[in-house]
Every structure is written in C-alpha cells, then in structure tokens.
C-alpha cells in the first residue's frame, strides 16, 4: 500500500533541506528523500561553502545574488550561529587586467570594503558548515536516504513516487541530475569541483578569494597547527558509468578508490589547488586531510531554476502558433500542476538555497509571486522559439 505525503522532496542537498526548513513551517507531512546514505553527500558535501559578494557593475544577477546574500547570511546567523563564521573576505585580483577592472567596480559595490593584503576586504565574507546546516535545516521532517527514485507520475490528485509514495505536492531538489524532468527545455550542465581540507602549520585568519578560495584556519592545538579548506576546480566531464567515476547516479563519490582516468584528475587537481592557495599565502607543512568532489547545476543562463514548470505539450496543444513566434501571457502557458522545482544554483548554493526555497514555499504556501527571471518560464520561451528544430 502506498505512503502519502503533502510534499514530497527528493534531494537532500542543501536546496532540498532549504526547502523542507521553510516548508516545515506550514506542514508536518513532508519526506526527504537521497539516494544517498545521508543528507549534503553530493554538490553540497563537496562544497567549500563560502558565502561571498559578486562583484561587477550592477546587473539582474547581481541584485539577486545581493539579496539571497543578505537573505541567507542574516539567516544563519539568527537561526545557526554555530555553524557559521563571519570573518571575513579578502578578494585578490588574480592580475593587472583583473586589478583594473575591480577599479571600475568600486562605485557598484554593495557591501562595505577596505583595502587589504593586495586586495579588497568585505566585512560580509562567511562560511558555513555545509553538514550541520543541512542537518539542522531537515531535522523537522522524515527522511529517507539510500532510496532512488526512478519513477514519478501524475494522477489527478496526486504524485506517484515509484509505485509506493503518494504525494500532493512533489518538489525536486535533484541538482545535476535532472533525469526525472521530462520537458527538453530544462537544461542543467554539471561541472564538477574539488575541494581539499589540509594540516598545515600556517594560520590563517580570514576567507581568501582569487584564483580559488581558501578557508580561515582552526586551530589543532595537540598537532600545533591548524586545518584549511581549499577549493574549487571546474571541470566538465561526460557522464558515464563505464568510463568514469565522476557519475551523476554514483554514490558515495568520495567514499571509493578512484581507480579510472578521474584519479589522475584528481590528483592534479589536488597539486593544482595547493599551488593556487600558495598564490595567496604560503603554506607551511601541509599534509592532506581530506578530498571531496561534487556537480555543480548551472544553467545555461546562470540563473537559479524556481517553482512550477511549464507542461511544453500541453502549452503547444493549446497554442500551436507559439512556434512561430505569436506571443501569450505567462498566465497562459500550462503548468505541470503541484509539481515543483529549486534547481540551477551553481557555484553559490549556500548563498542562494535558503533565500529561494523561502521565496518558493510563499509562493507555493501565500501564492506570492518572485522574480520573472528566475521562473522555468524564461527556458520554456527560448526553447520554443527554436521549437521547429526540436521534436517533443
Ligand atoms: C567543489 C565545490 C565547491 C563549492 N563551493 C561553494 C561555495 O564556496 N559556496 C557556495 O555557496 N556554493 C559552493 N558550491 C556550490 C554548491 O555546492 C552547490 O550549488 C549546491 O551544493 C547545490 O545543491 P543542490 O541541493 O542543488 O544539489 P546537491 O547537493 O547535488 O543535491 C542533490 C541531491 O539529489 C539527490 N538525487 C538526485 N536525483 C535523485 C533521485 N532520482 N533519487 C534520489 N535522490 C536523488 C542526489 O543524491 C543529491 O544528494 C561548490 C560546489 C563544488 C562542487
């Protein structure tokens, strides 16, 4: 006999618990689901979890990359100041080229700065604990890892998750892997990263950014030294089972010996992080503590992916001549009813997850409306102006 649910979310990373934090508030009938043995084991377990300004002239992303940051960081320190350290970043420019171009940022910058260590320092600079924090933002509603979910279908009232869950409301949080969203215009490259946390006798009191980031120290007062976290790589790599181990439907991706062509990867890209982190400060004995890798979900616009997505059939059963350019409302375009989305956050999940999962469950909960731009409307739009090349 199938379970039923009001919301069920598949994806325990951190836009997955985001959004059961902020759900949890209005309903106590909400699963988590991972196909993984715990919560935060893909991007988000690999993240370096630095929350930090963008910098550049202003700009749509800009502005929402601004708030989520004001949004979230005030978020964590209200709700999980345990997990959160706010000291700071230093942002170096990477060279001459780089350096000029901070100069025509400064009247554009959103958050206070002074002038430090070669570079511009922002009060604002945080990082999180990405476990704790998912661990605290899910701990009101069930979960259920070690659970793959390969089927989900519609019924008139209802959402059916492998032939066993019902819910009324489905929400994915699945990052990369998009393989449950059936609708071509919904489109997610994964580019994998590496961070690596390291022993070194070298402290370091703030948050780094230039060429990769690199972590305020804690202390190891038996070892006398301290550990720092390095991070991140991008690499694009195609996904297949057969070839690689950097697979989207892997699990336990940091948990295995890597013993394909990704091993080499990732030793380079170890060597490489160290040499970049040294770049910004030398790094006295450093030893290797620990590896994580993970897929960050871009899309190809940059912006995040929130709410309902638009039912392309049904959209151009009713409206043929969208394919030819004539234009309709948003409020036309059909909808893939109690059906869900919080996806596209890329190299800045802990920045964005908590500000768009709130603004989602007011839209879902209050019926309040966000920001058009980062709506899956734009991607089905652009998508059907190309439509004639494509086959549904
Ligand atoms: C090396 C690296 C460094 C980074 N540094 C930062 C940083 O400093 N600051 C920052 O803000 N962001 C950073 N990021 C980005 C951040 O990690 C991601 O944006 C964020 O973690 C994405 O979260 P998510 O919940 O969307 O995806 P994920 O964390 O990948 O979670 C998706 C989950 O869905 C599950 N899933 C997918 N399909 C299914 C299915 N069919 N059934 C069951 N479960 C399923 C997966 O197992 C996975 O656990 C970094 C990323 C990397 C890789």
Known sequence: MSKDYDYIIVGAGIAGCSTSYFLSKYSDSILLIDRNCDLAQGASGAAGAFLSPLLGKTNKFKDLVTDALKFSTNFYLENIPTEITNCGVVRIPKNQEDRDKFETYIPFMDFPYEEMEDGYYFKVGSQVNSYNICKYLSQEVETLFKYEVVKIEKYENFWLINDEFKAKNLILTTGADISLIEEEYFNIRAVWGQKIDIFT???????????????????????????????????????????????????????????????????????????????????????????????????????????????????????????????????????????????????????????????????????????????????FKRWVKKYKNHKI
Do not use: W
Request: glycine content about 6%; overall charge neutral; aromatic content about 8%.
């Open 201 to 379: 006798s070298t402290q370091t009191t703030k948050n780094y950014h230039k060429d990769c980031s690199l972590s305020h120290s804690t202390s190891v007062k038996e070892k006398n030294g301290y550990i720092t976290s390095i991070g991140a790589t991008h690499n694009r790599i195609e996904c297949d089972l057969n070839v690689c181990n950097h697979c989207l439907k892997k699990l336990g991706l940091d948990n295995f010996s890597h013993d394909t062509y990704t091993n080499d990867l990732i030793l380079d890209d170890t060597k490489k992080l160290i040499s970049l982190a040294n770049s910004i400060k030398s790094l006295e004995n450093v030893e290797l503590l620990d590896i994580k890798i993970g897929p960050r979900a871009s899309s190809i616009d940059y912006f995040p992916m929130l709410g309902r997505l638009i039912d392309s059939k049904k959209t151009l059963d009713n409206f043929p001549h969208l394919v030819n350019g004539s234009f309709i409302k948003d409020k036309m375009l059909s909808q893939l009813e109690n059906l869900y989305v919080l996806n596209g956050v890329g190299g800045r999940g802990y920045v964005l997850s908590p500000y768009l999962a709130y603004l989602l469950v007011e839209s879902i909960i209050n019926k309040k409306d966000f920001l058009e731009d980062i709506q899956t409307h734009r991607l």
